[in-house]
Nanobody, 120 residues
Framework: VQLQASGGGSVQAGGSLRLSCTASEPTFSNFRVGWFRQAPEKEREFVAAISWSGGITNYADSVKGRFTISRDNAKNTVYLQMNSLKPEDTAVYYC??????????????WGQGTLVTVSS
């Protein structure tokens, strides 16, 4: 399965962006999928995850109430709507699957990353 992440860009604090992660195969719909991010000189961290059906979502405390993860299995796509962005949200964002807890199971499948830059 190949994952293609897109939607990153530059925005001012308080702005919004929507990231997309599209998979090459429909088996993607069987996976719990997550978004992770890595800021400069920091370790990669969990942001959000969504169950295969979309019925269960989980978020890092730092993004709760601001970010929303969703999916459209008919389009093999998972989204991350990011609102009220802060400069500390600046990072490269990656989608990945399958996710167990807040980590990717085994080597997993990773998208190539999309850069989000939030200016103050």
């Amino acid at each position: 399965v190949q994952l293609q992440a897109s939607g990153g860009g530059s925005v001012q604090a308080g702005g919004s962006l929507r990231l997309s992660c599209t998979a090459s195969e429909p088996t993607f719909s069987n996976f719990r999928v997550g978004w992770f991010r890595q800021a400069p000189e920091k370790e990669r961290e969990f942001v959000a995850a969504i169950s295969w059906s979309g019925g269960i979502t989980n978020y890092a405390d730092s993004v709760k109430g601001r970010f929303t993860i969703s999916r459209d299995n008919a389009k093999n796509t998972v989204y991350l709507q990011m609102n009220s962005l802060k400069p500390e949200d600046t990072a490269v964002y990656y989608c990945a699957a399958p996710v167990r807890g807040i980590v990717v199971s085994g080597a997993g499948y990773w998208g190539q990353g999309t850069l989000v830059t939030v200016s103050s």
